[in-house]
């Protein structure tokens, strides 16, 4: 069992790590080509900083005695994530364990960029390392093509991927509804993501992690959705503008980057319809009662939580950021205002 101080290092010096990344816009970390244009390492070094640390820090938790581990990364392919964590496993008092990584992403250059430094890492460190690519949409995932094998321990991780597979064709609903929106205080069934919830439970993962935007994005009437990602955005800028200063203080190039990812997502959340309106965020108590519908159970993230979490939040030197704990997930904020829910669990 690792010390707590130990676990707290190992997380702190994670988050330092991605804090101090420099702009993807600039050439020593361009991202390279193939790379999906809403790629997540624009916005590693700012919020989802913590939301990898507190991953990497439940991890290490939650798998430090295992000697195999297989993670699946289920769409996103940042290796600002892998990387780190990949650093902190080679630490570990009792060994270095042996470390297999599926990603599953649709885009084949993504995921060979993803491997091939993912591999040049894990050599640099001595590290036994595998990587396994699929190249499929997740609802064409299964089981079988994990190809988990006996005395693995299975963790998935989803980073701002999951919400894509609420996409449906409701333009019928959206055109012809009237007052306050009827899926508001409830959680809709929805058959794709039950499905797809179902299947990477049946293969008994240790952990389950989900990190989600903390808003209400998935409602029918255009105008809800507006109001809503008015407030959310107008926080995600906030601390843009707090994180990389303004165009004239030499954060020109990164605001750029990440005010084109956003702009994507706001664009897709209020002018498209149907299956193409794929930005369908929900708030944490939803995903809460699907995957507890379908067998999952929450994980506890942290020890000497408080204490740890405002570590973290000096380490990046990010003022304004509070990391607040909600029913089993760990809430990232600007200032009062949730922006991620990080979560984890369990079949």
Sequence with gaps: MLLPATLTNLTIASVRYLCSLPSPATPSSASPPGLPPRSLSAWSNGGLAFAYGIITRTWLQTMAEEQTIHAVDLGSGDANFWIPLLRSFSRLPNGTPHLKVTCVNN???????????????AGSLDMPFQFNPISLKLTDLNTEMLKVRTGEA????????????LAEDDRVDAHFST????????VKYHWKMDQFLSTIRSASPKVFFL???EADHNQTRLVDRFVEGLHYYSAVFDSIDATLGGLASGGGEERVVLEEMFGREIENIVACEGVEREERHERYWRWMVRLGQVGFKPV????DAMEDMKKMVEACGREGYKIVNEKASLMICWHDRPLYAVSAWTY
């Design 154 to 165: 299975l963790a998935l991780i989803s980073v701002l991927t999951l919400h894509e597979l």
């Design 179 to 186: 007052g306050k929106d009827t899926h508001s205080s409830i």
């Design 211 to 213: 990190v989600e935007q």
């Design 107 to 121: 885009n084949k250059i993504a995921l060979e960029n993803l491997g091939q430094r993912l591999v040049k890492e």
């Design 300 to 303: 506890r993230m942290w020890l």
